[in-house]
């Protein structure tokens, strides 16, 4: 009965799957300690799930995060508006410059509103979503975790001191570290999916919220990021950084350090990797400013792959012996003048086919086939990005979101294939403009 109440609010047809349904039931009842117990894949209301409720003990159970005043309470926050961060806005909460900490204040205020707008658009979402999806367990924690997130968000004081930054830039930490867990939880989850949910509506929900979520971490990144170097005490701060944004980044540099990861888990993933070699193809690529962690993972994911790809190809479908050279992947760095920099990585791993090339950006698609005695299996490394254990390959989700950051500041990602040869991959690099952060910012805005 809530459910078209809250439809009503928000003048648009109710997808909630109305009362009892999947999406009300976890609104409404959220997750029950059950879930240690095991029975997080069953549908609340069922009857194992019945028997499996916890019994009372003299100790008060856990408050709801999301009961029925806060599922309105998400509905109406999702309906605000969401502001638009300019380039300005981001220089001008760098805290090497006077009025610190009126700066600070004012950043903290602007997070204090917009995060729990942006937060709540999200869940939102999820109530859009089919039967399937409701019932899953790894979307099930992501929901899970954006209710309490939203309510911890919802709930900070009103930000008027010092003291007050302190304390929601704590919070806001604390939430980015819990959250480390949603990629790899929501990859595996989208992949269980997949066959049971609209390829595009699926995509849009992803790409919406992949979106959504670089845009807000990076929000709350640049800001403690600003808040360390405040409470540092230094007044002349970092000169090659304004927050998370390096203003010098060399892709050159980044380039080596990146692929010395890649063959570095490559080896100890299949025994044996390939070598880099660097060619000038171009004119020289100038330093330039950018979110130095996006790079990382866009070239670690390529080099990923094109590493994989050498070894796979060589080793297990020619049958090469192991201790054959493997040929080098080939990557050249070069200025592309107004439309950035452009990196091309060539390997000669033996290409996609022709019947996979149309789905190498699909969210959930992965050349990584079932465990064969022939074929070493992926193990796993620290994450560049967010600290997360991720795969050398088969999450499905690193071409999408690799996309998804080189577009995110107006840049691309493309790809060129011939089959039983290789591949190129195209990365353009957009330089950090005003215009391309006003874009950014507004995605919520455009898209919601």
């Not at 939102?124 to 968000?153: G, S, T, W």
């Not at 080596?256 to 100890?268: D, K, M, P, V, Y």
């Not at 990005?385 to 996309?403: H, I, K, N, T």
Request: charged share 25%.
């Amino acid at each position: 009965m809530w459910a078209a109440h809250v439809c009503r609010r928000v003048h648009r047809p109710c997808h909630l799957g109305g009362a009892g349904g999947p999406w009300h039931t976890m609104a409404v009842a959220a997750v029950r300690p059950a879930i240690a117990r095991g029975t997080a894949n069953l549908p609340p209301g069922s009857a194992t799930h019945e028997r499996e409720r916890p019994r009372r003990t003299s100790k008060p159970a856990q408050r709801n995060v999301a009961n029925f005043a806060d599922a309105v309470k998400i509905q109406e926050y999702g309906l605000g508006a969401v502001h638009k961060v300019t380039m300005e806005r981001i220089v001008n909460f760098e805290v090497r410059n006077e009025n610190r900490e009126k700066k600070l204040l004012v950043s903290a205020r602007f997070l204090h509103d917009t995060i729990p707008t942006r937060l709540a658009r999200r869940l939102n979402d999820f109530h859009f979503l089919p039967y399937h999806a409701a019932i899953n367990p790894n979307m099930h924690r992501v929901y899970d975790f954006y209710c309490k997130a939203f309510e911890q968000a919802s709930s900070l004081r009103k930000v008027e001191t010092l003291d007050d930054v302190k304390h929601v830039t704590h919070v806001w930490r604390k939430l980015l570290k819990e959250g480390n867990f949603v990629l790899p939880m929501l990859a595996r989850g989208s992949k269980e999916i997949a066959a049971h949910v609209d390829r595009d509506h699926l995509t849009k929900f992803l790409n919406d919220f992949l979106t959504s979520r670089i845009s807000r971490r990076l929000l709350l990144e640049q800001h403690i990021a600003m808040f360390e170097e405040w409470k540092a005490g230094s007044p002349l701060g970092n000169a090659n950084r304004i927050g998370a944004i390096r203003l010098d980044c060399d892709p050159k540099d980044l380039v080596r350090r990146c692929f010395r990861t890649a063959a570095q888990l490559c080896e100890e993933t299949y025994g044996v990797a390939p070598s880099m070699k660097l060619v000038q193809s171009g004119p020289e690529a100038p330093l330039f400013p950018y979110v130095e962690r996006h790079v990382e993972y866009m070239l670690m994911e390529l080099f990923k792959n094109a590493t994989r790809a050498v070894v796979e190809h060589h080793t297990i479908r020619l049958q090469k012996s192991i201790m054959e050279d493997l040929p080098p992947v080939r990557v050249s760095v070069v200025d592309s003048g107004p439309e950035g920099t452009t990196i091309k990585v060539s390997d000669e791993g033996g290409g996609i086919p022709v019947r996979h090339q149309n789905k190498v950006f699909d969210y959930a698609f992965t050349t990584v086939g079932r465990p064969s005695s022939q074929a070493p299996q992926p193990t796993t490394h620290q994450g560049l990005m967010d600290g997360s254990v991720r795969p050398m390959a088969g999450e499905g989700f690193g071409l999408p979101l690799c996309r998804l950051y080189a577009e995110f500041f107006g840049g691309s990602l493309t790809m060129q294939h011939v089959r039983n040869v290789g591949t190129e991959v195209f990365l353009r690099l957009s330089h950090i403009s005003p215009a391309a952060i006003d874009q950014l910012f507004q995605h919520d805005d455009n898209d919601e």
